[in-house]
């Protein structure tokens, strides 16, 4: 016996997906570059951290290294692996805090409105008279170098934003003819926000915050590349990127490679989100 | 209009004050007693009671608050501790610097974004189109940082046709129109323009591409109006917004471009952002936040009421 069920949004979403090639592919290499983190003490050829005087910037190909040695004789490829876990832990943690803070004063703000939902919005309003780059920087530059901090500065950022998207889906549902059923039928605010409002409203609101996963990365590896975020001798690429500056001369190639990492990581983030923003149908 | 110039000036004062709040207690927040951004930690007892005393951090945080606003306000800017110079004057020739670097930055992204983002909204589904967002796409996920060593590798180390160092050729700072100083500014300014020429581009295919699926455009072309003057409706409809964007994006070159300074070794507001960091020098740090800070609120505004000008549905 066999049913027809009227098709779900979600295979809807997974079939328009499927289609997408772009977005399939980038997601592959972030899976991928994920696995192969993940797996890090299994895949490095060498300690991330085990340096050598006689074998220092040693080019592309040197037997034993395949992407050579940094400035300190230390292997490329375990630094670089090892430096992926950092550097994305770095950019994708900040987004997920915020996405749960701000998505949530966001929906507190849509919904509730009045003065409790004025004064979210217009502390929000505060932290957009500040242009991220320097936002990231005068919290963390006060508050000192360190991945905590980093952390901490790049999540007070996106919070605002991610704050802003949420109130504003949620306003745009809050009024719509079933949630105003709910409450004639007596339902509380907290179940009608808890089964009406948050199926509705976390869609944009996680497409959104995937967008910002790509900034994330690039002022997260930033922030180390002006030494505010990780310290070294711990591998992170926009940390590896700042002590390589010196090899530019030597050994250009080599110096380049952790930027071309936070580049191809950060472009497929930007690709996979604007993929899940049209299978989803988000306007932006 | 003179009341909504007035309304949107109003609503700017809270949001400054609020700015210079937050950028009092980035001192505040600094690990350690805010004496020590002051003072170095090896001051005798008696020059920082002393110095507590003349800064009135005796006093509780609201009237602090007030003091330095009060001296802010009247062009005092504090003390750099590395230094011990007043910040102001090295803050200005760095302001100065970034201002020249942003918009030679936003004269190479800007028109470049404008170009490609209007012709790939006017070409919806053409290989232009595609072409760019994949530009755009590339322009906004880019390291910049990373870009500038790229072109420091190309252009200076392997080429050698380009400076990668400074802002001028007598490394003073100072900044005149010649090309010894225009060829330093080459590397980190088109560095520094792929973001804006990114997301103007995105934005500007949006718009265009929206503006021409209205159907007011699909009147015109019945009533069988020429592309010159079809340009013209589109030109038009899509100045407010486009201006917008991009009276925003000059602000965060304005405030972006610490990292492509620190590359270049530039001598704007991001170096000095950069050495206060490095040695800690939370006076120069805060000074130079609150400047740049204002000057985004200033563009802002600025924005605001340019958009409400040419737009007379933007006069709420």
Redesign the interface.
């Known amino acids: 016996m066999s049913t027809t069920r009227p098709e779900g949004y979600w295979s809807g979403v997974f079939k328009r997906l499927k289609r997408d090639k772009l977005t399939l592919i980038c997601s592959g290499i972030l899976l991928l570059m994920l696995i192969v983190m993940i797996a890090a003490p299994l895949i490095a050829p060498h300690s991330p951290y085990q340096g050598s005087m006689i074998r220092r910037l040693k080019p592309i190909g040197f037997p034993g290294y395949p992407l050579g040695t940094d400035e300190l004789g230390r292997d490329m490829i375990a630094r670089l692996i090892y430096g992926g876990r950092l550097s994305w832990t770095l950019g994708i943690s900040p987004v997920v805090i915020a996405f749960t803070i701000g998505g949530m004063l966001g929906i507190i703000a849509g919904y509730a409105g009045g003065w409790l939902g004025m004064l979210i919005m217009r502390v929000t309003d505060i932290f957009y008279a500040f242009p991220s780059v320097l936002l990231a920087v005068a919290i963390s530059g006060a508050l000192g170098a360190g991945i905590f901090n980093a952390v901490l500065a790049l999540t007070l950022v996106f919070i605002p934003p991610i704050i802003r998207v949420a109130e504003s889906v949620t306003t745009s549902v809050r009024v719509l003819d079933y949630v105003e059923s709910a409450r004639a039928s007596g339902a509380g605010a907290f179940t009608i926000v808890r089964v009406h409002v948050l199926p509705n409203v976390l869609g944009p609101i996680f497409v959104y915050a995937t967008n910002l996963i790509s900034v994330s990365m690039i002022l997260a590896s930033g922030l180390s590349f002006l030494g505010l975020g990780t310290k070294p001798p711990e591998p992170e690429w926009g940390l590896m990127l700042n002590t390589l500056r010196t090899a530019i001369y030597n050994q250009p190639l080599i110096a380049m490679l952790p930027g071309v990492c936070i580049f191809i990581t950060s472009i497929c983030f930007n690709m996979v989100s604007d993929g899940l923003r049209s299978a989803m149908d988000v306007r932006n | 209009m003179i009341a909504t110039i007035f309304r949107r000036a109003l609503y700017s004062l809270p ?2 004050l ?2 210079s709040l ?2 009092f207690l ?2 505040h ?3 350690g007693d805010p004496i020590n951004a002051i003072l170095p930690p090896d001051a005798p007892a008696d020059v920082v009671a002393q110095v507590k005393e003349a800064y009135g951090l005796d006093k509780p945080l609201p009237v602090q608050f007030g003091i330095w606003l009060f001296r802010v306000l009247h062009g005092d800017l504090g003390r750099s501790l590395a230094t011990g110079r007043d910040i102001w004057p090295d803050l200005h020739s760095a302001l100065a610097n970034t201002l020249v670097l942003a918009a030679a930055a936003a004269m190479i992204g800007f028109p470049l974004g404008t170009m490609f983002g209007s012709i790939a909204g006017a070409f919806r589904g053409s290989w232009i189109d595609r072409a760019a967002v994949v530009l755009a ?2 322009g ?8 500038g ?2 072109m ?2 190309i252009f200076s ?2 080429l050698n046709w380009l400076p990668s160092m400074g802002a001028s050729p007598d490394g003073s700072g100072v900044w005149a129109l010649d090309w010894g100083h225009l060829s330093h500014i080459v590397l980190p300014a088109i560095t520094l323009s792929v973001i804006p020429m990114g997301i103007v581009t995105r934005t500007l295919r ?1 718009i265009v591409g929206d503006i021409l699926n209205q159907d007011f455009i699909t009147t015109l072309r019945g009533k069988g109006l020429r592309r010159g003057g079809l340009i013209a409706h589109v030109v038009k409809n899509a100045a407010p917004q486009a201006l917008a964007v991009m009276g925003l994006q000059l ?2 070159l ?3 471009s ?2 492509v300074e ?2 270049f070794a530039w001598p704007g507001t991001g170096l000095l ?2 050495n ?3 040695q ?1 020098d ?1 006076p120069v ?2 000074a130079t ?1 609150l400047v ?2 204002m000057f ?2 200033g563009l ?1 505004l600025a924005v605001d009421l340019a958009q409400a000008l040419l737009d007379p549905r933007m006069r709420r």
Request: proline share 4%; net charge positive; aromatic share 12%.
């Open positions: 949001i400054a609020a700015v937050f950028c980035l001192v927040i600094a690990p796409v590339a906004v996920s880019v390291p910049h940082y990373w870009l060593m790229v420091v590798v180390v392997l949006g602000g965060y304005m405030g972006g610490i990292l620190t590359v952002l950069n206060a960091i490095f800690r939370i740090l805060q936040i740049l800070s985004f609120v802002n």
